[in-house]
């Protein structure tokens, strides 16, 4: 299973990606805003530092389909591992059916339904997103939609790969990881809470309080 971090922010991609546990980014214009300065530049900068981990999602923010496939050509020459993030809605479906053929990957983003992801498969955008959370908010149920997802996928032999969105803790990773997701994009919050365990804690305190006892100054001697 993949991981993306869900941010914009250079310093913490820069923090985890050499570790190799990162495989991508999801950006929106929420976390661009957050970041300030020019959005362009940084779109620039977060895939320079990617560039041989993996694909950058970036959305479009225009909303006029003639506006959105101009726009979308526009981010995808930003650099070779951009993803264009586009809304899952009607207007937009030629649109994305055009930019596909020319070889532009699309990112289908606020997706909150089966059929919705079955008619963006059959577009062939790179990365269906249903979000998870966002589902929960409202009373539904967010995993099970992944999970039915993943079956239809399966069961159609569609190339799309369903990204989880909008994880808003450790337990929803948990669950979508199960579910069959093939990306799960993480904000960094979540990404360090997932590292931790009360019992990790304990058992390297312990190992350390034990090995003080023995006074050894150097190990190996």
Known sequence: MKLFLDTANLEFIKKWVSTGLINGI????????????????????????MNSYGDVSVEVTDS???????????????????????????????????LVENDVKINATLVFSLEQSLLMAKLGVQYISPFVGRLDDIGADGLQLV??????LNLYDYESQLLAASLRGVNQVHNVMLAGADIATVPTGVF??????????????????DWRKLGIKKFPA
């Open 26 to 49: 999801t950006t929106n214009p929420t976390h661009l805003a957050k970041e300030g300065g020019d959005p362009t530049q940084q779109v620039k900068e977060i895939c320079a530092i």
């Open 64 to 98: 006029e389909p003639k506006a959105v496939y101009k726009q979308a050509y526009e981010i995808a020459k930003l650099a070779s591992n951009i993803v264009v993030k586009i809304p899952c809605a009607c207007q937009y479906c030629d649109v994305m059916k055009r």
């Open 147 to 152: 999970e039915e997802i993943r079956t239809m």
């Open 192 to 209: 360090e809470k997932m590292m931790e365990h009360p019992l990790t804690e304990i058992g390297m305190k312990k190992f350390n309080d």
